[in-house]
């Protein structure tokens, strides 16, 4: 497909023909069997198209499904969610952490929904909880196709999925179990209907965007809205049909989007707080501060109530505890592995089909295109790049189903305008600088494949230079060009996903890619640049073997430097905690690919390298407590006499013991130990009522601020209940009182 330089009064391209309508034959059988329709495609598809698209698919799906028991139960955060979701309806509904409905995640729960009920169907185990989580990733790659399709060539088409595909922060995030991949799916359907709407201006496709927005809430609330403002304005501009039709849409939409995602809400608003769970993350159980305060202007201006460190914003000078702020933020050390890879490409591309499309009509279609993809990612990054609240490096995956649209889409365009010296030189620049940028992006790993920057820099460059010049090169040069340039260009972030489908992920903050290809923790990422970003542990699902990153026996894994002290917030300690040795104790799937190693985190609590600590750091902040045989067996005893059979401080300390005994454990304070639930008096009436069993010692006390109902309530047991030690764990038997 061409796209010349149109004039002003040029009627507007239209979308390509659909495939005329199937007549029926005799009692309305089609002409063609279904099978054969979904085989074929589009009439005008050539007949390698679909086949090669719905191949694409299932490489993605199988690649994705690749080593997928490895991460075991991944974030044993959400993992204890979908368990007490898949045992108790109410749990599920209100998304709490246990199955008696103590207190629930701090988002809502959409993303867990999926997970719940694969587990009710399929028993809880890794594959049930990830595997939803896979088939996102997929639909968001045939979404994409889709979108792209429609506009523009199957080629096209084929190149976005690839570029999404193989973006390692993805192969990460559609292999986990966090409600970004959900989000992801669901802002990627967003786009695609409103560009749908803007091919003839039917009010349906607006009203879908605006469900799927509402839905998108119900997963990680208000990120959802981040690319409202350029969706609404390019429809306000540029949809066909009269000015007033089209903010009537609008409004339409809107009122969509609140029905979607305002009926969980005013259902918990309303719901009496005596007979639901504690909202998680909030101060006032209340949903609509966890969505204002903590999820919302708490992580723009950094001051999220009850957070590590107790909120506290950023460090001034460009840097907070959650690392660096400003516009390189995507490209630099602490995030740039994850997504980078084709960010320069996208932009680039950005800009060259605006150039193109410019003098199109109003309503052309190419050019909403551009726009819609381009105005949500550039978008989605500024607030990214400047956001100084909680910021971890796998919320970039949003941003990679619109530099694959981006990338797919530009490249198409100036690949069919390669006879115009300015679209050839165009995309050569495009491809010599994706080769350029890979190889710096390289370079931080230098030890991993270190000939393949080389081969990248030397072939890329090489390849732009002759695309540059492909209009003038016979047909067989300049496909040659442009593959030896595809593959320089999707030669990088293939290495890192490989490495990221090939290890095993866990923990409440996991990084893509190979060891040390990311950091995080204020400037510099930690003592003396610190390697390897923060790679979060966990525990694995029982019966695969207890092997730790470094493939030897619990308690003898990697250990994770902390921070310093206070008065040294560029290291990433966090104030006050000094120094300390994190424990890399993992229960491992025996394949030894998890990798032991040195690491920081924002707030500075030491872990090991992608599966790091059981139990140690931040005292199981980010990471869950091995339970051993003996504990487990303690916990299960006689526990169906009790509606909690322990109590835990901190959520993923309450989860390993949950998960492993299939019982309901009770997160005292919510993930950060921090939430004032329940308070002292309610959990001195939980005990009198004989509704807990055991207290599990050694927790976080509260950390975070908050009003320190966690710090009084351990304190309360530790002096009036009898200590039951198991191995290196500690309990508290709350039927027996000190005498």
């Not at 608003?269 to 949903?287: D, H, K, M, T, V």
């Not at 105005?375 to 100084?388: K, P, R």
């Not at 207890?546 to 619990?554: D, E, I, L, S, V």
Request: aromatic letters at 8%; proline letters at 6%.
């Amino acid at each position: 497909m061409t796209l010349p330089h149109l004039p002003a009064d040029a009627p507007a391209l239209p979308p390509p023909p659909a495939a005329p309508a199937v007549q029926g034959q005799g009692h309305g059988h089609p002409k063609q069997p279904p099978l054969t329709r979904i085989w074929r495609g589009r009439s005008d598809d050539p007949r390698w198209a679909r086949p090669a698209f719905l191949g694409l698919l299932l490489v993605v799906a199988l690649a994705y499904l690749w080593n997928l028991s490895a991460s075991g139960y991944a974030n044993s955060f959400y993992s204890a969610a979908v368990q007490a979701g898949s045992q108790s309806w109410k749990a599920m509904f209100f998304g709490s952490l246990d199955s008696a409905n103590a207190i629930t995640v701090d988002k809502p729960p959409a993303s867990l929904w999926p997970m719940a009920l694969s587990v009710r169907i399929f028993g809880l185990s890794s594959w049930a909880i990830l595997v939803p989580q896979v088939l996102m990733g997929v639909a968001t790659a045939g979404v994409l196709y889709a979108a792209v399709r429609r506009r523009f060539s199957a080629a096209a088409g084929l190149l976005t999925v690839a570029a999404f595909a193989l973006t390692p922060v993805a192969a990460l995030m559609f292999r986990f179990n966090n409600p970004d991949a959900l989000l992801a799916l669901l802002m990627t359907v967003t786009v695609y209907c409103v560009l749908r709407g803007m091919e003839n201006g039917r009010t349906k496709w607006l009203v879908w965007a605006g469900v799927a927005v509402g839905l998108a809430f119900l997963a990680k609330t208000l990120q959802a809205f981040l690319i409202l403002p350029p969706l609404a304005v390019l429809y306000a501009v540029f949809a066909p049909g009269r000015p007033l039709k089209r903010i009537g849409q609008l409004l339409l939409s809107g009122l969509a989007m609140v029905v979607a995602g305002g009926w969980w809400v005013a259902v918990v608003e309303l719901w009496p707080a005596s007979s639901r769970p504690y909202i998680g993350g909030s101060q006032n159980n209340s949903f609509l501060e966890l969505t204002f305060g903590y999820n919302g202007l708490g992580r723009i201006n950094g001051e999220e109530t009850g957070s590590v460190g107790g909120g506290g914003g950023g460090m001034g000078g460009g840097g907070s505890q959650w690392g660096e702020t400003g516009i390189d933020r995507m490209f630099n050390s602490e995030i740039g592995s994850q997504i980078s890879w084709l960010l320069p490409a996208a932009l680039l591309l950005l800009v060259a089909g605006v150039v193109v499309t410019w003098k199109a009509r109003r309503t052309d279609t190419a050019r909403a295109a551009f726009l819609a993809w381009g105005g949500s990612l550039v978008m989605t990054m500024v607030v990214f790049s400047f956001m100084a609240g909680i910021f971890h490096q796998y919320y970039t995956v949003a941003l990679a189903p619109y530099a694959a649209a981006l990338v797919g889409m530009g490249a198409s365009v100036l690949w069919e305008e390669r006879a115009r010296f300015t679209a050839s030189a165009a995309l050569g620049v495009t491809v010599a600088v994706t080769a350029v940028w890979s190889y710096v992006l390289l370079n931080r790993t230098p030890d991993y494949v270190p000939w393949l920057r080389w081969v990248i820099l030397v072939g890329g460059v090489a390849a732009g230079l002759g695309i540059a010049v492909a209009g003038r090169l016979n047909r067989q040069l300049a496909l040659g060009a442009a593959g030896v340039g595809l593959v320089a260009a999707l030669a990088g972030p293939t290495a890192y996903t490989i490495s990221t489908l090939d290890t095993g992920h866990s923990g409440s903050i996991v990084t893509a890619g190979p060891a040390g290809a990311s950091m995080m923790g204020g400037r510099g990422g930690g003592p003396g640049g610190g390697e390897g970003g923060m790679r979060g542990g966990g525990m694995q699902p029982p019966g695969q073997g207890q092997q730790n990153a470094q493939g030897q026996q619990p308690g003898q894994g990697g250990q994770g430097q902390q921070g310093g002290g206070m008065g040294q917030p560029p290291t990433g300690g966090m104030p006050g905690q000094g120094q300390n040795q994190g424990q890399g104790q993992n229960q491992g799937t025996g394949n030894g690919k998890q990798q032991g190693g040195t690491g920081t985190m924002p707030g500075g609590a030491g872990m090991g390298e992608r599966g790091g600590t059981g139990g140690g750091g931040m005292g199981g902040l980010l990471n869950g407590a091995q339970v051993s045989a003996k504990a487990k067996a303690l916990v299960e005893k006689n526990a169906d006499d009790y509606t909690w059979a322990a109590a835990a401080i901190g959520s993923q300390n309450a989860a390993s013991y949950q998960l492993s005994t299939g019982k309901p454990v009770m997160a005292i304070g919510g993930f950060n130990g921090s939430d004032p639930s329940p308070t002292l008096a309610q959990f001195k009436s939980y005990v009198e009522d004989g509704k807990i069993h055991y207290f599990i010692g050694g927790g976080m006390g509260g950390m975070g601020g908050g009003s320190g109902s966690a710090s009084k309530i351990q304190s309360w047991v530790e002096k009036n209940y009898t200590k039951v030690t198991v191995g290196s764990a500690t309990f508290y038997d709350l039927t027996q009182p000190k005498s």
